[in-house]
């Protein structure tokens, strides 16, 4: 059942992070006009990008742990659920903070998509059952998800 869980949590966040591409790539060509203007600088902009994004994710993660978490039968204490909402809610976290960083590094969204896909691939094979997380090397250890034991 843990091949599930990191497969869905692997599609969310690979769909988090593709769709907040496009957007952050429009929003850029607004920053350079208004950092142009003299309106502000890149620190304000960046934190603005990151604190739109957490209630959008909160929601996002809080809707799906509801479900998932019932429909895969864990245990129901207040605890485990809680724990299984802030492992959902940071890596969906994870997942598009990196997809808005894919654009910040690449001329465009085109480019960024291109070379997340890579590393959405090498993400995949080392999340622990592609390749079985006791044969990683130890130096590719901060390669894998750590969502699966």
Not at 102 to 128: D, K, Q, R
């Amino acid at each position: 059942m843990q091949w599930v869980q990191c497969m869905l949590l692997l599609f969310l966040g690979f769909q988090n992070a593709s769709s907040v591409q496009p957007v952050v790539a429009v929003e850029r060509t607004v920053f350079y006009r208004e950092k142009a203007a003299g309106m502000y600088s890149a620190m304000p902009y960046a934190i603005a990008q990151v604190v739109i994004e957490i209630p959008y994710v909160f929601i996002q993660s809080t809707v799906y742990s509801i479900i998932v978490y019932a429909m895969i039968g864990f245990e129901w204490t207040a605890a485990k659920f809680f724990w299984y909402l802030f492992f959902m809610f940071f890596s969906l976290l994870y997942f598009t903070f990196y997809g808005m960083m894919a654009v910040a590094v690449t001329p465009n969204y085109h480019i960024a998509s291109i070379v997340s896909s890579a590393f959405y691939a090498l993400w995949n094979a080392f999340s622990g059952f592609i390749i079985p997380r006791p044969s990683i090397p130890i130096w590719l250890e901060m390669v894998t998800i750590g969502f699966v034991q």
